[in-house]
């Protein structure tokens, strides 16, 4: 038994390219390029992070890429990471438009080819990333961002612009933003924080959703973890959806909100505490609650399987401060968690993969 054990871990390590090419070679590259006139920035790769950070009054970009490769010698294992290039260029038909690619060549299988990318550049551009095994992290974004990965988390921070967030295996984080939020993820928790929205989605499952300091409509949904949403200001007609099963639901917004409350569970117990707010048509049970907050209006709805429920509407509201830049000291707050390997750009050097 423990022979074919041995047999098959082996066997895994060897298709996955640890066997078969030892040994890991990376080419590191750095590069300035014209922004002038760019409104959108796409980066694409594979087996790599991308880091991409904004900053005000700067007037060109300046690209690092690291390049990497397995081999069955140090040599070997540098020309194939050689091999793979760097295309930044401006789409003809579209000269605002910057793609930046890694372009990997075919018959690389089992040697991990990737490359990590970091940009720094001016704000005002909108932001697309596409990569699989990589984390992405941006900062500074003022326009819409799209990123979307697998096997890696998304961290943002301090943006202005809606953003769309797509990962597996990874949890998302986003601080400090005004705009729309769409993200999902699968075994990954999501947090969220000062951000002020029209809508707020959030759908991941195995991971917990933490929504801190938020304004606007927000529909979360996961599995088999616990839902904390605190509203800083809600719409005059608010919609709230908050979903799990076999965890808790936690929801406080202000006790001025205007709407219908609806609390289940199934196999849990509800507790609430009104506040200040004018309650009327209350229907309670054990796991079951209805009731209409200062008239009524819209909706907040909670549902959970196996977890407690527990409602608060707070007189004071959510934390002062206004969410992303305006009314919220972002380089006074404290910097969102980043990869080891976010580090100025003379020292970079991205994780091994």
């Not at 950070?53 to 070997?76: F, K, P």
């Not at 690389?108 to 990737?114: L, N």
């Not at 229907?283 to 196996?306: F, Q, W």
Request: aromatic residues 2%; hydrophobic residues 35%; glycine residues 12%.
């Amino acid at each position: 038994m423990i022979r074919g054990c041995l047999f098959t871990c082996l066997l895994g390590c060897v298709a996955s390219g640890c066997i078969a090419y030892p040994y890991r070679g990376e080419i590191g590259d750095a590069r300035s390029l014209d922004f002038a006139g760019i409104d959108q920035v796409e980066v694409e790769t594979r087996n790599g992070a991308v880091e991409v950070l904004c900053r005000e009054g700067a007037g060109s970009m300046s690209l690092d890429s690291r390049r990497h490769a397995r081999g069955v010698t140090e040599e070997e294992a540098r020309t194939h990471a050689e091999s793979i290039g760097i295309l930044a260029e401006r789409d003809p038909a579209r000269p605002s438009l910057l793609r930046i690619t890694a372009q990997i060549p075919l018959g690389m299988d089992g040697r991990s080819p990737g490359c990590h990318f970091r940009l720094e550049m001016p704000r005002g551009a909108n932001v697309l990333v596409r990569t699989r095994n990589g984390d992405i992290v941006m900062e500074g974004v003022r326009g819409s961002i799209d990123a979307d990965t697998s096997n890696g988390k998304i961290e943002i921070e301090d943006v202005v612009g809606s953003v769309r967030g797509r990962t597996s295996n990874g949890a998302i984080r986003i601080e400090g933003a005004r705009g729309d939020v769409d993200v999902q993820s699968s075994n990954g928790e999501v947090k969220i924080t000062h951000v002020e929205a029209g809508t707020i989605s959030v759908a991941t499952s195995n991971g917990r959703i933490e929504a801190e300091s938020v304004s606007g409509a927000a529909s979360l949904e996961t599995s088999n973890a616990s839902i904390s949403f605190q509203a800083a200001r809600l719409p005059s007609s608010p919609e709230v959806n908050a979903v799990t099963s076999n965890g808790s639901v936690t929801v406080e917004v202000p006790a001025n909100v205007r709407a219908r409350v609806s609390l289940k569970t199934s196999n849990g117990h509800i507790s609430r505490d009104f506040g200040s707010a004018a309650v009327s048509g209350l229907e309670t049970s054990r796991n079951k609650l209805e009731a209409d907050l200062n008239g009524g209006g819209g909706e907040i709805r909670a549902r959970s399987s196996n977890g407690d429920i527990t409602f608060r509407a707070s007189g004071a509201g959510a934390r002062a401060g206004s969410p992303g830049t305006a009314g919220k000291n972002v380089a006074a707050s404290s910097p969102i968690r980043s990869p080891a390997w976010r580090t100025a750009s003379t020292a970079w050097s991205p994780p091994h993969r």
